[in-house]
């Protein structure tokens, strides 16, 4: 087992920078894990606090032939960030959160690479701006340089599309040391204004995991902040009809969010008592979230009168955020909304995105509401494939029910849609295990404990075999691609060849995050 630097020389060299350097087991143990899995014990974990400290450190233990793993808020599950190696040092970027420049004239935000999501939306919104993607649902815990990395959903998704589709260049620090800058800035007297400009080597660094280099600032796009907002909710009987409706809204751009959860999904969570406390938070938020009291009141009044109730109904729900920039449009986009989800549904209350849009960066749980372990398995397809991937998987689901049932391994299914590209299918499996340290820290509830449970996790090993299959025979593609999704799998030659090339000029010795994109 490692139990520290061994090399004093360069233990004292990262500890001289300016940033913070951890050599504790317990918290060598923590960064190194997922949500899902634990990677080995690095050396240290190293935590710049300056963008000049990150290029030092990494050049310092590259020369020494340590390998980097550079970890945002912690929030994957695709070992995207684990180590494969003990002889190899976690980079820490929970140190470098600043917001380095906002620009309203030009419209884009410079922000250091461990900011997150929340607190770059609250940054803005005194100036009435916000990113076109502005964060996931994970965003309060979620950096914008992991999702950079990583690849992200939710928010602004249903209009603007992926996080990586939402970027205009980053600072990104190589395998020696140096700063390459992509986008227009990396030309002297440029600003970092806009994106397209010769080569697009921006796109070049979006979702590559941080194999070919760590990002150290992201320049981002701005927009103005929409006057209204509205949610709107639906009940479906069928996957069928809800897929229809999904697209119909996808095609007519309506809305900024769309998601939907099977029956299993809403059954986890329709039982869930939060308590009177953290009710009257939500309903508060809501209230301000209105932008006058007197709207915030009536709103306050329907959710209340709303509640929970209608989760227990049977069915697909969906969810629907629209905005606008006065009421007159807001409510002619919500009657073609209505409109196009009207076949094979009935309108719920729309309690989950209102709350969702209140409060949008609440912490979000890493365990199930019973205390359980929550696995997602996405991929996004096009529209055409998404009945027949859906049947694939309920006959898959089906077959393991007895299998399931024996070890309480529950599987529910999440839906969004994805800027006028496809449907994101998300089965997530729940089941009783024992917890990581990484739960450990990120639960503040008392949820039951479970004890391990290996029946459970070599099933859901053999299941998540099974639907990577179904994915690759249904043309999906995957976001927080990690060492899980297979990327690098019968890839064009030429381009395969071309990564590996790129990847060898940036990290000769492939000590930058190795293995994450197969590579």
């Known amino acids: 087992m490692a139990t520290a630097l061994k090399t004093p020389d360069i233990e004292a060299a990262l500890a001289a920078l300016d940033a913070t350097l951890l050599t504790d087991e317990a918290e060598r143990r923590y960064h190194s894990q997922d949500t899902a899995e634990a990677g080995e014990l690095p ?39 684990l180590p494969d190696r003990t002889s190899a040092v976690l980079i820490d970027l929970a140190g470098l959160t600043a917001i380095t420049e906002i620009n309203p004239q030009d419209l884009h935000v410079t922000v250091e690479a461990g900011c997150t999501w929340a607190a770059l939306d609250a940054a803005l919104a005194p100036h009435g701006l916000r990113t076109p993607f502005w964060g996931p649902f994970s965003g309060y815990t979620a950096t914008v340089g992991g999702s950079m990395s990583q690849g992200t959903a939710t928010f602004g998704t249903a209009r603007n599309g992926l996080s990586g589709e939402n970027v205009i260049g980053f600072d990104i620090v190589t395998a020696c040391g ?51 907002v509205a949610g709107l909710s639906f009940l479906f009987e069928d996957f069928a009809a809800l897929a229809a409706a999904m697209q119909a809204i996808d095609r007519a751009g309506l809305a900024s969010e769309a998601f939907a959860m099977d029956p299993a999904v809403t059954r986890q969570f329709s039982g ?27 709103r306050m009044a329907e959710v209340a009168r709303a509640g929970r109730r209608f989760l227990g109904r049977e069915g697909y729900h969906l969810h629907v955020v629209t905005e606008a ?34 409060t949008p960066f609440s912490p979000l749980p890493v365990l199930s509401p019973t205390g359980g ?68 820290r990120r639960t503040t509830t008392d949820l039951p404990r479970h004890p391990a449970n290996p029946e459970a996790t070599a099933l859901v090993k053999q299941i998540t075999a099974e639907m990577l299959a179904l994915y690759r025979q249904h043309s999906a593609t995957h976001l927080q691609i990690g060492r899980m999704y297979p990327w690098a799998e019968d890839r064009n030659p030429p381009a395969m060849a071309l990564i590996r090339a790129i990847k060898a000029e940036l990290d000769p010795h492939n000590l930058i995050n190795p293995g994450v994109l197969g590579l």
């Open 373 to 440: 372990r929550v696995y997602p398995l996405h991929g996004i397809v096009p529209w055409s494939k998404a009945k027949p991937l859906d049947d694939a998987m309920q006959a898959l689901i089906t077959a393991h029910a007895p299998a399931s049932k024996a070890c309480n391994l529950t599987i529910g299914t999440s839906f969004f849609g994805v800027a006028r590209s496809g449907l994101l299918y998300e089965p997530v499996l729940y089941w009783p295990d024992a917890r990581l340290e990484s739960h450990e």
């Open 178 to 228: 140096d700063i390459l800058t992509t986008g227009p800035a990396g030309q002297a007297t440029h600003s970092q204004f806009m994106r397209q400009y010769g080569p697009d080597l921006t796109g070049l660094f979006t979702n590559d995991c941080g194999a070919l280099g760590i990002k150290a600032r992201i320049t981002l796009p701005l927009e103005p902040r929409p006057e209204e």
């Open 272 to 298: 869930q008592n939060s308590g009177f406390t953290q009710d009257l938070q939500q309903l508060l938020a809501i209230g301000r979230a209105q932008g006058s009291w007197a709207k915030g009141l009536l």
């Open 325 to 358: 920039d006065d009421a007159p449009t807001l409510r002619r986009q919500q009657a073609r909304i209505r409109k196009l989800a009207a076949t094979g549904s009935v309108e719920l209350p729309s309690t989950v995105p209102t709350m969702v849009r209140a």
């Open 43 to 81: 050396l240290a974990v190293f935590r710049p606090h300056s963008v000049a400290a990150l290029a030092e450190g990494v050049r310092l233990a590259t020369a020494s032939g340590l390998a980097v793993f550079p970890r945002g808020g912690g929030m994957s599950y695709t070992s995207g960030y």
